[in-house]
């Protein structure tokens, strides 16, 4: 199909014909040339009347090379007259100055020298380079037309948002319009665009200031001092390195120059009300603010137990910089410490993910802990289970039975699953309004931590993935990385299957010897939930800060694959980082296979073949619980094929559990294709204090080998009466 026909369909498609064809900017399609065999570069040179300034800025940055090499990559190409209106914005931008002695303000013009190509930085072209390349394909109709707004990865490992807007436009970052799309070449795609993809350079508390609809939430603050956080330091002052970068000894990967971040990036996600929002609930000002979060938040220490609780008190009184003062609490709920788009606080279906790897309607949600001290939230986005389709993303959203099913196999009847708390829904239009340091959300209902939250959106099966409890992989663009994004980054090879990670990192993993290696295993056909994992081999020995949850008893578990290469693991939990103040989790269990068939440690785990039941292994998972494991969930595949080949799993719920052992090859629940089945192991039953902090610490018993392996996919941690339910079971999904 012709494109310009296709833009067109497109814009009949949203009903937006005649806004498409009057407000895109057309440019003369005559004056482009396409010549069989081109690359990027070369097609930016024939193009160089229309391309002149961006070429410029690519040849300064040296990524004119790199666009005339094979590879696979996506250029965003901004007119003449674009990159000339960003230069002079940035020149005469009067928010970047200084002041002198007297008060004065002095414009930094961001570096420039002067208002003009010649003035731009060196490194002001590498950015804007940078900004404008993904390191993987990205197709007009299945990436960038997204009505919600779609997160795109560029080299500069920063995204930008493609939106398709009401007018049939498809915007950049909300400004540069898509003049032409999907000119193929032999190393990837062009996109011409209308400006340069612009990038703020403000900090989420300045970016608040300038978005008027959220001034009460802006007040709240900066009354805080939540606002001077928000304004912080970017990233970690440190640099990081690694002297060995190769994978696991003995695997295929030993050989490999896997990439190490040299920076730690610190960012944000702020979900906030508009005043028109707050005005639902009578407020119309920081006092009557004050006043709601004093009915919403002065008994809270009935169903929250803080740091210090025996101690500090909550106050209603007017030090709002206080962490327990009732509207610095409510603030502080609203933030993470994490700076995700929209499409990836979960593990979210959409075109250019691939490797989206879950089974029989599993849907995605995650958990994470806010600023409130010890207080987690849960994201979640359900799905049309019909087409496995996106729906609206919700926070603390309350399903009756959540992880509970009254059926063999399945996720249970609908009448037992009813939603008895919405949640508060994240705007499909008003997300996404990105910051330096973060992403501000909108959302359309108060959020809070109230009572329901650790009573009952909490109190389900909670499992935890590491992805979600190791910020810093979320702020420097590692969590859902593909490997071409790791790749393009890595300057030792173009190998992105993994990412080498240095010791000192995270500020919630410490390791107790400099034996541990640790690894990310990018997004790929793993046998991991959301398909990229935490791994590590050698004498391991390291913990891994838990979120907390609300007080009560928990089942602890961990997932992992047993191989031939597992070590001969102990788990300790203790409430810090000291290895003095943990005590052990159970006996020692061997994560190995001695042989390549499951057959090996079955009189240990107490595992069956599906070939030799026919319950579905309801009789068998008794017997390994009796054993202290558990099967993999049926939620989740590894890689997205089944056994028909075709491409994706299946989405929708089954009501007959033969699908799981039919439908999918690769079902973890069920997959003895691959020398072993997926476990999960059962560390043991344990009180959790809110309050306290608490550390899981992996240790590796067996010396000598630096060949041994492990792998922290994800936690589970299970209120024990959800676990001993009489009239229910969760441990299919």
């Not at 895109?24 to 990027?40: A, H, V």
């Not at 603050?221 to 912080?232: E, Q």
């Not at 910051?435 to 009572?451: F, S, V």
């Not at 107490?606 to 319950?615: H, K, Q, T």
């Amino acid at each position: 199909m012709n494109k310009k026909i296709l833009k067109i369909a497109l814009g009949v498609m949203f009903g937006s014909a005649v806004g498409l064809s009057s407000c895109i900017k057309e440019i003369d399609e005559s004056n482009l040339y396409t010549f069989t065999g081109q690359t990027i570069e070369d097609y930016l040179q024939a193009n160089d009347s229309l391309f002149s300034d961006f070429n410029v800025i690519m040849e300064r940055s040296g990524y004119d090379r790199q666009m005339s090499s094979y590879g696979q990559y996506t250029c965003y190409v901004p007119l003449n007259s674009g990159v000339r209106k960003y230069i002079d914005s940035l020149y005469n931008d009067t928010t970047d100055y200084r002041e002198d002695a007297s008060g004065n303000k002095i414009l930094l013009h961001h570096g420039l020298t002067e208002n003009s190509l010649e003035g731009l930085t060196d490194s002001l072209c590498k950015e804007i380079a940078q900004y404008h390349i993904s390191a993987m394909i990205n197709s007009y109709i299945d990436q960038l037309s997204n009505v919600n707004g779609a997160s795109i990865s560029t080299m500069l490992n920063t995204p930008f948002i493609s939106k398709l807007d009401d007018d049939g436009v498809v915007r950049l970052n909300g400004v540069a319009e898509i003049l032409e799309f999907d000119q193929e070449m032999t190393n990837g795609y062009v996109h011409v665009i209308s400006d340069v993809i612009p990038r703020t350079t403000q900090k989420v508390d300045n970016v608040f200031a300038n978005h008027k609809e959220f001034s009460i939430f802006y007040d709240a603050l900066r009354k805080t001092g939540l606002a001077d956080t928000l304004a912080g330091p970017v990233k970690k002052d440190m640099e990081y390195s690694l002297d060995n970068i190769s994978g696991r000894p003995g695997s295929g990967m030993a050989s490999g120059k896997y990439f190490v971040p040299k920076e730690c990036k610190i960012s944000y996600t702020v979900f906030a009300e508009t005043n028109e929002t707050l005005a639902r609930y009578g407020i119309h000002d920081f006092e009557s603010l004050k006043a709601k979060c004093i009915q919403w938040y002065a008994n809270a220490s009935e169903w929250y137990d803080f740091p210090g609780k025996d101690e500090l008190q909550i106050s209603t009184g007017d030090d709002y910089t206080y962490k327990y003062n009732v509207v610095n609490m409510f603030m502080r709920y609203h933030i993470i410490k994490a700076g995700m788009t929209k499409s990836r606080l979960t593990y979210v279906r959409n075109p250019s993910n691939q490797d989206w790897n879950y089974a029989f309607g599993g849907e995605p949600f995650d958990y994470y802990e806010t600023m409130l001290p010890h207080a987690l939230m849960k994201i979640w986005q359900p799905l049309y289970q019909n087409t496995g389709a996106q729906t609206n993303m919700w926070i603390n959203r309350y399903r009756q039975n959540n992880t509970l099913t009254d059926e063999v196999g399945t996720m249970g009847k609908d009448e037992t699953h009813q939603i008895l708390k919405q949640g508060v829904m994240i705007s499909n239009t008003a997300a996404n309004i990105q910051a330096y340091n973060g992403y501000i959300h909108t959302i359309e209902d108060i959020l809070l931590y109230d009572a329901d939250v650790p009573t009952r959106v909490l109190h389900e099966r909670m499992r935890i993935d590491s992805g979600s409890m190791l910020y810093e992989l979320i702020n420097n663009d590692i969590r859902y990385a593909t490997p071409a994004e790791i790749g393009a980054r890595n300057l030792s090879s173009n190998d992105g299957t993994m990412v080498r990670l240095p010791l000192n990192y995270f500020d919630n993993l410490v390791s107790y010897n400099s034996k541990t290696k640790i690894a990310w295993y990018c997004t790929g056909a793993w046998r991991a939930w959301q398909a990229d994992q935490i791994s590590g081999w050698d004498e391991y020995d390291f913990a891994i800060r838990i979120p907390s949850v609300p007080t009560g008893d928990y089942e602890i578990r961990v997932i992992f694959p047993p191989m031939a290469n597992g070590g001969l693991m102990q788990y300790y939990l203790g409430t810090s980082s000291d290895p003095s103040s943990m005590q052990p989790l159970g006996i020692p269990f061997d994560a190995r296979y001695p042989n390549s068939g499951i057959q090996a440690d079955r009189d240990a785990t107490g595992y069956m073949l599906s070939s030799e039941f026919s319950d579905y292994g309801v009789a068998s998972d008794l017997v390994m619980r009796n054993h202290g494991y558990m099967r993999a969930p049926a939620s989740f595949a590894r890689g997205n094929g089944d056994s028909k080949g075709r491409a994706n799993p299946i989405y929708t719920r089954i009501s007959d559990p033969s699908q799981m052992l039919t439908a999918l090859i690769n079902c973890c629940r069920y997959e003895e294709g691959y020398g072993t089945s997926m476990m999960r192991k059962i560390l043991g039953t344990v009180h959790i204090d809110q309050s306290k902090e608490y550390w899981l610490r992996i240790k590796n018993l067996l010396t000598g080998y630096d060949q041994l392996g492990f792998s922290f996919d994800f936690l589970e941690l299970v209120p024990v009466d959800i676990v001993n339910s009489q009239d229910y079971t969760e441990d299919w999904y």
